[in-house]
């Protein structure tokens, strides 16, 4: 098994040291305010934050870009928050940063619900992929090849040896530099807005990769591609194609062939450089293509999605039969028939040996046809706890279960569940909205209120967050509680008067 990298806001091993209790968690909060906390002061331009212009940007400070572009990434509407999604991206791009030249650097991985074809990577670690992109590959080999080209640029530090080449006076341009690259995401014009009004400071270059750094990044890429097992004759597939579609837009060039030039050169050296490795024909994982078939469901209307689905599966029987299935399952809940939706279902499952996606799909059906049972909860609870022990990187199952001990009042052992998952998962907000509920349940409103601080700082609503800390501040009468959350509320209040004199 190859280690899955996991997001992380900071140093995890700061935290992963200490004694397993649910204050790691709350330390850690404290930790991410006080790098909040310092890389909204970089961006004020504070005194004590060291002198980049001369020399190139130091890994932390690269980091603190990273994280301070997340923050409003989160925060955005376009940002993809599906836990099955993401855990699939993250489990693709851990195995190529496995292989990569920085096997030990924490990436994230996350999705765009955008149409445009667009993948970029921020400095830090950071790599979004837009949904346009994923249904535009036709094999998770080629998928994999624009995540090795994108974790190349990060690992070869492309982006900041491109800004600190340009002689930035301050590192308040750093901050201009973030935004642009987030506005770069589907509008790559902005970003240059973004470079322009910098350039007041003598900049010319533009935020586009280079020629030198594009053939960096596939050279690069191409050998993490191999090193991981995939093939590598897709790099040049995926490219040439995008390349052809482009020819037929006439204009309306993909932001992804904006922000990295594309030539025939590149295409004819990745080509030559895949022809010296010996082909292995390489088939797609069976979450890749379900992965595909739930974006597809997701930017459907009900009706659509259910028209495209069956025809998918009618005479012609285009693309993975069993993730159009998936697919059609998924669409017939939604519509609320579950008699139509278990049938299918049970066709899909007899072809499917052992997949997370697909037994969850089960538990959403098993949970639908609870009135079929007996006795429903220990059913749910039965199915949700062998699953969860198959399949216990799976966020989502984890969150369903979270949801039926909430359901059947079963709080203690929903508390014990959720304890356990902030430890894994201290950056997941969904964890702490859920602890909030089942606080809510259980009649604490001290810790209702300060788990969902946690929930909205995460997602990057500063204002939310203070707010929540302020009722729990009210609310509270536990002592240790208190004083921490009374840390947590300064720092943070701090963070929005800079944010409010930067305005
Ligand atoms: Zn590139």
Redesign the pocket.
């Known amino acids: 098994m190859l280690p899955r990298y996991r997001p992380s806001y900071n140093n995890r091993q700061i935290w992963e040291l200490k004694p397993i209790t649910v204050i790691i968690t709350r330390m850690k909060i404290v930790l991410f305010a006080t790098l909040l906390l310092t890389s909204l002061c970089h961006a004020e331009g504070l005194p004590d934050l060291g002198d980049i212009s001369q020399d190139a940007i130091s890994p932390q400070q690269e980091r603190q870009i990273g994280e301070q572009s997340m923050l409003q990434i989160r925060a955005d509407k376009s940002y993809l928050d599906d836990a099955e999604i993401a855990d699939y991206l993250n489990t693709l791009g851990g195995t190529l940063v496995f292989n990569s030249s920085e096997p030990g650097q924490a990436f994230e991985f996350f999705a765009i619900n955008d149409n445009a074809i667009n993948a970029f990577a921020m400095p830090g670690g950071y790599i979004g992929v837009n949904s346009g992109l994923i249904l535009t590959t036709q094999s998770e080999s080629e998928l994999a090849a624009v995540l090795s ?1 994108e974790i190349s ?1 990060v690992t070869q530090h492309h982006l900041a040896r491109m800004v600190s080449g340009q002689k930035f006076d301050s590192l308040a341009s750093l901050a201009v530099i973030a935004a642009a690259i987030l506005s770069a995401r589907s509008n790559p014009d902005a970003a240059m807005a973004g470079i322009i009004s910098v350039q007041a400071g003598g900049i010319q270059r533009q935020l586009n ?1 280079t020629r030198l ?2 053939q960096e ?1 596939d050279r690069i890429g191409i050998g993490i591609l191999q090193k991981s097992g995939f093939d590598v004759r897709a790099m040049p597939m995926f490219f040439e194609r995008l390349q052809n579609a482009t020819r037929l837009l006439e204009g309306n060039t993909p932001p992804y062939l904006r922000t ?1 030039p594309l030539t025939n050169d590149r295409i004819a050296d990745m080509a030559n450089r895949a022809q010296q490795i010996p082909y292995h024909p390489v088939s797609s994982s069976l979450t890749y293509y379900l992965v595909r078939a739930k974006l597809l469901y997701m930017q459907k209307s009900p009706a659509e999605a259910m028209s495209y689905f069956k025809s998918a599966l009618g005479k012609d029987k285009r693309g993975n039969q069993t993730a159009q299935r998936y697919g059609l399952v998924l669409s017939l809940l939604r519509n609320n028939d579950i008699p139509r939706a278990t049938k299918e279902f049970l066709s899909l499952n007899k072809l499917v040996a052992s997949n997370p996606m697909i037994t969850r799909l089960a538990g959403q059906l098993l949970r639908a046809n609870s009135q079929a049972q007996k006795n429903p909860e220990q059913s749910a609870i039965d199915f949700y706890r062998n699953t969860t022990l198959n399949f216990p990187q799976h966020r989502a199952l984890i969150y369903d279960y979270t949801d039926v001990l909430l359901q059947f009042k079963r709080h203690q052992e929903a508390a014990t569940l959720l304890n356990q998952q902030v430890i894994t998962y201290p950056d997941d907000p969904r964890l702490y909205e859920l602890q909030a509920r089942n606080y809510a349940a259980l009649g604490k409103p001290q810790e209702e209120h300060h788990a969902l601080a946690y929930n909205y700082l995460l997602r990057g609503n500063l204002r939310g967050g203070i707010e929540q800390l302020e009722l729990a501040k009210q609310a509270g009468n536990d002592f240790h509680e208190l004083s921490t959350i009374e840390t947590e509320l300064r720092q943070f209040r701090e963070i929005a008067a800079a944010q409010e004199k930067k305005r």
């Open positions: 080209h640029h990769f750094h594009e990044a990295h």
